[in-house]
């Protein structure tokens, strides 16, 4: 026993020392750094919850902690449609893995190249405000990304969009794992299809949506690259993030204690909402 003990831990260890030198020393590190008046070209001093008062009193992380928060109203959609689409896939239908590859794409392209298609559809002069026009549904053209009303939810449409693939493939494999037998089962009694997907498929579904649900809410929660490419922030601050102010203090700005301290709050958050995810979403053994 302690032999193989001693293997698993060899076995470990280079994932270990990468992810202690790649994650959990800057995360410590930087968390630490949070407390402090860190620069590049002056001595650091301790100085407690300064940067945190300073970031609660600043408009900008308010605005894109509620910005976070609304972001979560994306995660029931994203579950729903990606539960919905794998339903669907899961036929063995004629192209059936040509309509897979296809909701996949929008996964494995890049944040840029998903911004530059996006930022042409939501254009004034784009496609969605042609298609809108040429079946009179609007008078003029709409300025999604530049209406500080509706450009976030223009980006939590992106969001929802390119991740939907993702959630697809793993209630995919879930889907495929449930018993056949117990289908048949209850085909024998007479069960419908609607009562067999509620009494059966959920109920063995309910690990997947479990981590499928916590997931959705920390990409919810640490949003960023989509409003890097489409909006900047903007309009009028309408699009901030949590994270994005970060990024904002850190890199453009150089104010890297604030932009410490706002990743420890958005951390914090990520940490008790998935604790909460974990403590109501968890399957019921039996």
Known sequence: M???????????????ILMAVFSFWPVGYGSLLAFTDYSLIRDTHWVGLENFRYIFENEMFVTGLKNSLVFLLMVPFVQIGALSLAVLVNNQLP???LFRAAYYVPVVTTVSVVGIMWGFMFHEQ??????????RLVDAPVGWLSNDTIALFCIMFVTLWRGLGWYMVMYLAALQSVPAEMQEAAILDGASRWQRF????????????AVCSILSVL????????????TQGGPMNSTFTALYYAYDQGLKHLKLPRALAASFIVSLLCIGIALLCL???KPKHR
Do not use: C, S
């Open 219 to 230: 990409a919810a929660l640490k949003a960023y690259q989509e409003v890097d490419v489409l």
């Open 95 to 97: 192209g059936i893995r």
């Open 126 to 135: 784009g496609a969605l405000n042609y298609v809108l026009m040429l079946f």
């Open 2 to 16: 302690q032999r193989q003990t001693l293997y698993a831990w060899l076995f470990l260890a280079p994932a270990l």
């Open 279 to 281: 403590r109501y979403l």
């Open 198 to 209: 509620w009494k059966i498929t959920v109920p063995m579904l309910h690990p997947t949506i």
